[in-house]
């Protein structure tokens, strides 16, 4: 079975330049997870999806950060402008609809200079 | 909010010694309790889970046991391996089915 796919592992912008960031999830899988991972912290959500809606946003910087998931497959986040702050890395995450067990991609390693 | 308080690390031992993290959380209602292991280079991979109180999880030798009238869930193994140094993560999943983790531990193996 194919993990969850993550691109680009890495990127090295400037500050206020944009980024995007894509996810395919596990196939079959419902639920999709956007996390960012500062340096030395556990992962934070960012948002969560179910299908192709919007579960949980809470927590993502709407000013700067979007993200979606057309057709309830793919995801991209975004980041527009960057901020020096932003450098960590960006984990995605699916589960199927009625377990517990989420699966995380690699990550992209995102460095703001 | 739910909340994963970890021991904080590093934490370096000599190898067939014995491992103890210890993992508290606050949540309202008994949410699932992971451990996920990070090792360089690589993803977030579940090690183990637990999913009511009293529960054990088990995994590669390691262990946690989920202690409702604690609240805890401390990640153990009886001897470990230079191949465990990696990052070790507490986290619980409660209603919203969101992954919430704590800081983290790094474990370092000497030969």
């Known amino acids: 079975e194919a993990g969850v796919a993550q691109s680009p592992r890495y990127k090295i912008i400037e500050k206020r330049q944009s980024v995007a960031f894509w996810c395919n999830p596990i196939s079959g899988h419902a639920t999709l997870y956007w996390y960012q991972q500062i340096l030395g912290q556990g992962p934070k959500l960012l948002i969560q999806f179910q299908n192709n809606g919007v579960v949980d946003d809470s927590q ?23 901020k020096l702050e932003d450098s960590a890395v960006y984990l995605c995450a699916s589960r199927p609809l009625r377990d517990t067990e989420a699966f995380f991609g690699q990550g992209t390693r995102l460095t703001v200079v | ?11 370096t031992l000599s190898e067939e010694a014995f491992l103890t993290i210890n993992c508290t959380y606050t949540a309202t209602g008994y949410p699932s309790l992971f451990w996920y292991v990070q090792y360089p280079g690589e993803g977030l991979q579940l090690l183990l889970k637990a999913t009511k109180a009293d529960d054990k999880g088990s995994n590669k030798g390691f262990e946690a046991t ?14 470990v391996q230079v191949s465990d140094s990696a990052v070790y ?5 409660g209603s919203a089915r969101q992954l919430t983790f704590g800081s983290g531990t790094q474990l370092t193996v000497l030969p």
Do not use: W
């Open chain 1, 60 to 82: 993502l910087p709407k000013d700067r950060f979007s993200a979606e998931r057309l057709k309830g497959v793919d995801s991209t986040l975004k980041i527009q402008p960057a």
């Open chain 2, 1 to 11: 909010g739910n909340s994963v308080t970890q021991m904080e690390g590093p934490v």
């Open chain 2, 66 to 79: 989920y202690r409702k009238e604690t609240t805890s869930f401390h990640l153990e193994k009886g001897s």
């Open chain 2, 89 to 93: 993560f507490c986290a619980g999943m």
